[in-house]
């Protein structure tokens, strides 16, 4: 009996257990949900309370100014700029043109030719102004016009044809394949005497003239290559062994910018009978070209000018001389290099001018015996 008293109580005890564990998580998990809605709630209210007050304060009426609808007819903008088009298309035919105006790389892209030179131009360029009387060499007094504050003004219409004397110089040089030589030293002058080589065909010098490259050419620009060219300037290969007995080159014209920092070169010209042209101021001795051109020489307009000019004669005299090698006229004598019969030529020669010579002296006798 006691045995199983005890069972049937451990029995009841085992069939309680479960029932009452289950019953407590239940209980747990209804408590938290109830807390969840809770919150839940409780963050509805206080949403639907921030709503009521917002909506509850009266919203600013919208300013007709600023966010009207835009009318295109009525807005002042657009009807200025209407009436400005209109205006424009009406009196496009109406009103002045401008005139032609200064452009500093005109001068150089595009300089004036020979036919172009005025007294305008020239004026417009400062080549009237010259040096302070103090400074003056009394040998220009022939190119000068008068007295201004102090300063020499250079007669614009010996200017103007000095420079077209020049002009024809280049031009007949470079159609005889003459070989011209452009200098100029002086800071900025360097892109104008670049180009002026490049129209006339010629070479150019804006560093530091070397004492004795004319007179001692042979030891200084001995080493310089040289090229054979028929008279369409077209290379001719084949004659380097012959090129190493020649001697240096030395220039048919040379044109100089600035004579008073090259008087060197212009005395080498002078030995060796090369005739020249420069820039000649008021204070420079005009004796030292063959032919001067009387201008202002530190305006670099001018320079950029006189050298653009010049090098658009000496483009004429090369266009000339293509145009007639075409049609088979040279105009100079072609040099032969190599060959067996140098001495024979160089006999012919000499008896040639032994007889023009003799023809001369005939004709000298005739007019004295008369």
């Not at 212009?266 to 420069?278: A, D, Q, S, V, Y």
């Not at 201008?295 to 004429?316: H, M, P, T, Y």
């Amino acid at each position: 009996m006691i045995i199983r008293r005890s069972l049937l109580r451990q029995g009841r005890l085992l069939h309680q257990g479960p029932s009452r564990s289950w019953s407590r998580s239940l209980a747990t998990e209804v408590d938290t949900l109830e807390a969840f809605v809770e919150n839940s709630l409780k963050e509805t209210h206080s949403i639907e309370s921030l709503i009521q007050d917002h909506t509850s304060n009266p919203i600013s009426r919208i300013d007709d100014r600023t966010h009207r609808t835009f009318d295109y007819k009525t807005d002042a903008t657009v009807r200025k700029h209407l009436a400005l088009k209109h205006q424009n298309e009406v009196g496009d035919n109406f009103g002045g043109e401008v005139a032609p105006h200064y452009q500093p790389h005109q001068l150089i892209t595009n300089p004036p030719s020979p036919s172009q030179i005025t007294l305008e131009l020239l004026l417009a360029s400062q080549s009237h102004l010259g040096h302070s009387t103090s400074l003056w060499n009394p040998m220009n007094s022939r190119y000068i016009f008068g007295i201004r504050q102090g300063i020499h003004i250079i007669s614009l219409d010996v200017t103007a044809s000095h420079l077209r004397r020049a002009c024809r110089v280049v031009s007949g040089v470079a159609e005889r394949a003459g070989l011209i030589l452009f200098v100029g030293s002086r800071p900025g002058q360097d892109r104008c005497v670049v180009n002026a080589a490049r129209l006339a065909g010629g070479c150019h010098l804006f560093e530091r003239w070397i004492p004795g490259s004319i007179t001692n050419g042979n030891q200084i620009l001995g080493g310089c290559q040289k090229k054979v060219v028929d008279e369409h300037d077209n290379e001719i290969e084949g004659h380097d062994d012959d090129l190493l007995d020649q001697p240096a080159l030395k220039p048919d014209l040379v044109v100089c910018l600035n004579p008073l920092e090259n008087w060197v070169m212009l005395h080498e010209c002078g030995l060796n009978n090369i005739p020249t042209i420069g820039i000649i101021d008021t204070d420079a001795n005009p004796t030292w070209v063959t032919y001067p051109i009387p201008a202002n020489d530190d305006s670099l307009r001018c320079v950029q000018v006189i050298a653009g000019v010049l090098g658009k004669a000496g483009q004429e005299g090369q266009l000339r001389r293509m145009e007639k090698a075409k049609k088979g006229e040279i105009f100079y004598t072609p040099v032969e290099l190599g060959g067996d019969d140098e001495e024979d030529d160089d006999e012919d020669d000499h008896e040639e001018l032994i007889h023009e010579i003799a023809a001369e002296a005939g004709v000298l006798i005739e007019e004295e015996d008369n």
